[in-house]
């Protein structure tokens, strides 16, 4: 298990990075300029939002519906099937969908947890289904040829009290809830090593009853399951990061072009001014213009070049159009093709 959790934490580091760039925390947000620094506009184009919103309305906006494979007769109604979809319905599976997919498309893998109805349900199927969060849950599979599941893990966070030479702190300590397939134990971090958990169960709401640990399942089957996007585990964020990365920067950088523009320096030709000279000249809008020298003509000009802003949004459209070739998504621009047929 250390080892384990070892990889896991490190995959949980590039979850959090790639879920906060989906929120917009974006590298962008740190932008520095070494020249005229007080021009330094930070614009994020959150589209690593519109990527995954898009695929996940796309893919899963009408709820999963179950039909009988092979059936023929389109008129016949398979009872099991119906109230399989019924107990999906009263589930809110569709939503769930919704969830397992925005993870899909974040980071290129979910999870659905899956186990019989607790007595205190009152809803009408005999299941509950859940999304958990990939930061704490992982799967186990075998190195062998086949690759089979071992088993799933859930870690829980929790905080304690302790008191140590009469200071009392909080400390933090873990639980990991294991599922094999036909048994599940619980693991803790509460007494300072990783150990088994003494479980108990309310008996009349009073008494408790302690559990074995690993505790058997009376239905068989592993309660987790991953859904990987593909067999990398690549999610549409990380295909086309750099280039997201490309676009805010040149957004931000036209944003500065035109404020160092309107924002031009003023250049004294063969002229000696001092601050209060200059800040009067801006508060007036006119300056006066003199020199004892013919030979050097005074003058005043502004400093100021801009970029061509066809060329730059030729560019920032062409990034633009390859992350959406990229990551499966039509242009606004493109058009269904329309196919001619002959008829004799």
Not at 113 to 131: G, L, V
Not at 154 to 179: G, K, L, R, S
Not at 259 to 288: M, T, W
Request: proline content about 6%; overall charge neutral.
């Amino acid at each position: 298990m250390p080892e384990i959790l070892a990889i896991h934490n490190q995959n949980v580091s590039d979850i959090e990075y790639l879920d906060n760039f989906y929120k917009g925390i974006q590298p962008i947000l740190e932008k520095t300029k070494k020249i005229r620094p007080e021009i330094n506009n930070k614009i994020l184009v959150n589209h690593a939002y519109e990527i995954v919103e898009f695929k996940k309305s796309y893919v899963f906006g009408d709820p999963v519906q179950y039909v009988q494979k092979g059936e023929k007769e389109t008129q016949k109604t398979n009872p099991a099937i119906s109230l399989l979809n019924k107990f999906m319905e009263s589930e809110d599976k569709s939503s769930k969908d919704k969830e397992l997919a925005e993870w899909w498309y974040k980071i290129g893998t979910g999870y659905r947890w899956a186990d019989q109805d607790s007595p205190e349900d009152e809803d009408e199927a005999p299941f509950e289904i859940s999304t958990p969060d990939p930061k704490r849950t992982f799967v186990v599979y075998s190195t062998g040829i086949t690759e089979e599941q071992l088993f799933s893990c859930y870690i829980q966070n929790f905080t304690q009290m302790i008191t140590t030479q009469d200071t009392p702190q909080v400390a933090e300590y873990q639980e990991y809830t294991i599922y094999c397939e036909d048994k599940m134990m619980v693991l803790t971090t509460q007494f300072g090593k990783l150990q088994l958990k003494p479980l108990y169960k309310k008996v009349l709401g009073i008494f408790k009853k302690k559990l074995p640990n690993p505790y058997p399942l009376q239905i068989k089957g592993f309660r987790i399951i991953e859904y990987p996007l593909n067999k990398n585990r690549l999610g549409l964020i990380e295909l086309v990061i750099s280039q997201l990365n490309a676009i805010n920067r040149i957004t931000s950088n036209e944003l500065d072009d035109i404020e160092q523009f309107v924002q031009s320096l003023l250049v004294y030709i063969n002229q000696q001014i001092d601050i209060d000279r200059h800040k009067q000249i801006i508060k007036l809008g006119a300056v006066e213009i003199s020199t004892s020298d013919p030979s050097k003509p005074a003058d005043i000009k502004l400093l100021g070049q801009k970029m061509d802003n066809s060329q730059v949004k030729t560019y920032k459209d062409g990034i633009y159009n390859d992350v959406l070739t990229i990551v499966g998504i039509p242009r606004l621009n493109d058009k269904p093709s329309r196919r001619r047929y002959r008829t004799s």
